[in-house]
């Protein structure tokens, strides 16, 4: 095995281990992947992912669960599939014509997909309860609650367009010529367009401080194509892709361990360090600031506005003045009453005792 710092690799199939969350945050306890994984290819290993490449046969049922996109395969992109989509003369998304298993797609290239094609998406999943992969079920239902995710935002924000699931077995002889067209058309397809698919992904990759996934860009960026002709952008609710957070004013310190832990940059601190912003656009719903906030100040909050979302704009969660304690003269987020911060407080509350004199005994 690798090192589970850096890249491992079985086959085409690939895992990053600097952009996994268990990695980001020890605590974090992720396991979407290895609930997925129909080989049982994804261990723990001291808290950290690892792949164990023996195991792997690259089915890349597992890619588009990854919230980071920490997992990849080489031979198929679907950031890069879903971006030119519009442009395929097959419409149809199908694991026996120009994919391979389709958990390779999230949520967000679904609804992308819808949005950037003149007509309703086409899911060929009638081979699902066949597919030796998904034998207990997991993956086909996976993917079935990925499309049913896009279907009900595509609905929440009142747009026409859906993906479409087709369940209808072909006749025996009809699926073996299928799949002989089918493997022709992934060989056509790796050889036109997936050096191009790769590049953009990798690039994007590269990119320093780059810490959005891709399937969220193209998804915000096919949200600005139609947010300026919908009638209401503001939406309540839980969304199962867009999260939002609320800061308790009194409960937070101001510690920064938030913003210094959110992979994505979500959360990040005003210019002068006395505030906390929050861009609901880049959020990824990994729940790292919650758990890791001492005083339990960050907490959900439901609703979502597309305009936001689509152009990261971010909203400032709370702000602090700044004053000096007049016990031990150091700095701290001024609450109102006496200028004491809560270390100084907690001292006096706790430990008056040590400071009773013999004499006083």
Same mark, same amino acid.
């Given at each position: ?16 281990? $600097?952009? @996994? ?7 974090? =306890? ?61 419409? $149809? ?37 066949? @597919? ?20 009900? !935002? ?19 002889? =009809?699926?073996?010529?299928? !799949? ?8 056509? $397809? ?51 892709? !867009? ?8 409960? @937070? ?24 912003? !929050? ?9 790292? @600031? ?72």
């Amino acid at each position: 095995m690798a090192n589970i710092n850096f890249v491992q690799k079985s086959n085409l199939f690939s895992y990053t281990g $600097t952009r @996994c969350l268990r990695n980001e945050y020890y605590h974090n =306890d992720c396991r979407i992947c290895i609930d997925l994984c129909p080989k049982g290819a994804f261990h723990i290993v001291r808290n950290k992912l690892t792949l164990f490449e023996n195991e792997c046969v690259g089915c890349a049922g597992c890619i588009g669960s990854c919230p980071t996109e920490a997992l990849e395969i080489e031979s198929f992109d679907p950031n890069g599939f879903a971006a030119s989509y519009q442009h395929r003369g097959e419409q $149809t998304v199908s694991c026996k014509i120009s994919t391979p298993c389709l958990g390779v797609f999230d949520s967000e290239h679904y609804i992308v997909m819808a949005l950037r094609g003149e007509t309703n998406v086409q899911c060929d999943l009638s081979h699902c309860s066949t @597919c030796t992969l998904n034998e207990d079920g997991k993956l086909g239902d996976s993917i079935r609650r990925k499309i049913e995710n896009a279907n009900g !935002f595509l609905e929440t924000i009142a747009q026409e367009k859906r993906i479409e699931v087709i369940d209808i077995k072909e006749e025996q002889s =009809d699926r073996r010529a299928l !799949f002989r067209k089918g493997i022709e058309k992934i060989k056509d $397809t790796v050889a036109d367009s997936s050096e191009a698919h790769e590049a953009m992904t990798r690039a994007h990759h590269k990119l320093p401080d780059m810490k959005m996934p891709l399937k969220r860009i193209l998804l915000k960026n096919s949200l600005k194509e139609v947010v300026g002709n919908m009638e209401t952008t503001e939406f309540e609710g839980v969304s199962p892709l !867009f999260f939002n957070k609320q800061i308790d004013f009194t409960a @937070c310190t101001n510690c920064g361990d938030c913003t210094q832990f959110c992979p994505t940059d979500a959360l990040f601190p005003t210019s002068d360090k006395q505030g906390i912003y !929050f861009s609901q656009g880049k959020c990824i719903g990994c729940g790292i @600031c919650e758990d890791i906030c001492k005083p339990n100040a960050i907490s959900k909050k439901e609703g979502f506005d597309l305009v936001s979302v689509a152009f990261d704009r971010a909203k400032e969660l709370v702000h602090y003045e700044l004053v000096m304690c007049h016990e031990c003269r150091t700095p701290y987020p001024y609450k109102g009453g006496d200028p004491i911060c809560d270390r100084c407080i907690n001292f006096v509350t706790n430990h008056a005792d040590m400071f009773t004199l013999a004499r006083d005994l």
